[in-house]
């Protein structure tokens, strides 16, 4: 059993780890909200343009990319798209190191190391990071940022559909937030 097998830390740990990464993924489906947006379209063609796309950050380059179509570069809209998908793929580079680590154990305590290649002739570093109340509190902070940015990229979300149906572009609300 779980209880028997890990300390109080890593259950701690495993917990706030599962919700970092649930609420990432939701943050991530609001960047599907302003691709529905760009395309002022109910019909689901945004869902099948998304799916097209295999990694994060591919569809966060389509999105952009559209909303640079849409209102040009250097724009107040672009800009912000662009600095809310910086924050989404910091925040997701953290949960990443955490998701592909390789994890020990001693004695219930985990110890989490994770690769990455180097240019040098030591080929692989490995940095091993335990998995202590810090990196419980390191995720419950990443979990705090990203559901800040989730409010924001709503906010913008809300913000843009007003633009568009103010300019005309829009007849009425695609997206339903009541």
Known sequence: MAEDYLNDNAQDF??????????????EMRFLD???????SDTGAHIAIWLQ???TRS?????????????????????TLTKLATRFKRLTQQRNFYCHAQYSSDNGALTASGFRI??????????????DRAAVNELNHLHGQMN??????????LEMQRHLIEDGRLKGPLL???
Do not use: C, W
Not at 148 to 157: G, K, M, R, V, Y
């Open 14 to 27: 495993a917990a706030a780890l599962g919700g970092y990464v649930m609420l990432t993924a939701t943050t």
């Open 34 to 40: 302003l691709l529905q947006l760009a395309l002022m």
């Open 53 to 55: 796309f295999q990694s």
């Open 59 to 79: 569809r966060l380059d389509m999105v952009r990319h559209t909303y640079r179509n849409m209102f040009g570069t250097n724009t107040p809209e672009t800009d």
């Open 118 to 131: 180097t240019e040098t002739d030591e080929g692989y570093t490995i940095s091993p990071k335990s998995i």
């Open 148 to 157: 800040d940015l989730a409010e924001d990229i709503e906010a913008f979300t």
């Open 176 to 178: 339903d937030r009541s």
